[in-house]
């Protein structure tokens, strides 16, 4: 019978690796995800979970075991946070490169500078053009499932992509909440074992990641595009079955909150959404028609669902929870995309965006409602007066 807990971010992350079952772990410390590398290390430790469990040097280090692990057709995992994520680029492209489908589990947090060790997307967010799948969870029940998702999905043979599971630093990964966690049954139904096509063996050798030629490499960047062309479909499948199994309800690519006849709208990804959701009640209440679009993935990025349930809108404020310094619109990553989704409808909603709750900062209530005022005000006057807003910041 599945259990119900009340487990942090990081708690639920590890139960369902030990879930999974995993068999290679390799760790090095940094705040906040460190927790879930601590609880891997007692299942282990206690013989609750049959994984080699190794302590690197490094992040550099981390990426480079697991790397090796996932091609010798172990199923592996590692994380990190904030400036730890960044210090293990170099890894990223070979990995995806290679189809090694290995997990990170991210709880964000800021980068130097400030440092402040506060919750902030930017650290993944970097990544986003690395070929990995990368997406956020909105509470831990979200992350102990987006765990066992992500192998599902990253392991299927049509797609064989590592995954980054992300979860907002602090705010989910160090509070507790309610997660109904598995039957090892039901996971065995739904994550088969993980089978490498072409896995490094003495009796059968193979080449992994070698040099090749320039007139190689534009191929094989096509056939990985491709490969993100193919991903939205087996999300989908992977999600019905999981909605199936464990008796879940999630939309495979966009959570949508009361949007069927709003005129404003609020995009935004992370554990403020929550908070977003509740100020939209409260706008509602106050007779202003708002919503909430939350994307559960970023790459793949879910281009015709936020048409589709964005199209109708007058205006939509996207949150931004990381930074794009001299970007197009001078200010997150989300708006640039959102606005590219939205391009090609007829009639598009107006668009701007809201720069908060950068480096741990909570977004609170009232700054929901300046941001719907905002909107409104867009709505009157059928124009943007500005693309970006530091939340804080304005009069």
């Known amino acids: 019978m599945a259990q119900e807990k009340m487990l942090t971010g990081c708690s639920a992350a590890a139960q369902a690796l030990k879930l999974a079952e995993v068999e290679v772990i390799c760790s090095y410390p940094i705040r906040p ?19 080699e469990f190794v302590h690197g040097e490094g992040e550099h280090a981390q990426l480079s075991v697991v790397l090796g692990a996932s091609a010798c057709g172990a199923r592996a995992v590692t994380g990190s946070a904030g400036v730890g994520v960044t210090y293990a680029f170099e890894l990223y492209s070979p990995v995806a490169g290679g189809r090694y489908p290995l997990q990170m589990t991210i709880a964000d947090r800021t980068l130097d500078p400030p440092g402040d060790f506060g919750s902030e997307h930017t650290d993944a967010m970097s990544t986003r053009d690395q070929g990995w799948i ?8 979200e992350v102990f499932d987006n765990t066992l998702m992500g192998y ?41 074992p993980y089978s490498a096509p072409h896995p490094i063996s003495t009796t059968c050798p193979v080449s992994h990641g070698p040099q090749i030629r320039p007139d190689q490499g534009a191929p094989m960047d096509a056939q990985r595009a491709a490969t993100f062309l193919d991903l939205p479909k087996v999300i989908k499948e992977a999600t019905e079955d ?84 001299g970007g197009a619109m001078r200010g997150g990553n989300l708006i640039h995309e959102l606005r590219a989704s939205l391009y090609d409808l007829d009639e598009r909603p107006l668009t701007t965006s809201f720069m908060a709750g950068l480096g741990g900062e909570t977004i609170w209530p009232e700054d929901f409602e300046f941001m719907a005022k905002v909107l409104s005000q867009m709505v009157r006057e059928k124009r943007a007066q500005k693309y970006v807003y530091w939340i804080g910041f304005e009069e």
């Open 33 to 51: 995800y460190t927790a879930i590398m601590m609880e891997l290390s007692k299942m282990v430790a206690n013989g609750e979970l049959d994984a």
């Open 152 to 192: 599902r999905i990253g392991e299927d043979p049509r797609i064989m992509l590592p995954q980054m599971t992300c979860q907002d630093g602090y705010f989910i990964s160090h509070i507790p909440d309610k997660v109904k966690l598995a039957d090892l049954k039901q996971v065995k139904e739904f994550l088969p």
């Open 242 to 325: 999981y909605n199936r199994i464990f008796g879940r309800n999630y939309d495979p690519f966009l959570e949508k909150y009361k949007l069927e006849d709003a005129e404003i709208a609020f995009f935004i990804q992370g554990a403020h959404s929550n908070t977003c959701r509740t100020a939209v009640d409260t706008l509602r209440k106050q007779g202003l028609k708002a919503g909430m679009a939350r994307p559960r993935w970023v790459r793949p990025w879910p281009t015709r669902e936020i048409a589709e349930a964005l199209g109708h809108v007058k205006a939509v404020g996207s949150i931004e929870t990381s930074t794009s310094y």
């Open 134 to 141: 990368l997406g956020w969870a909105s509470t831990p029940q």
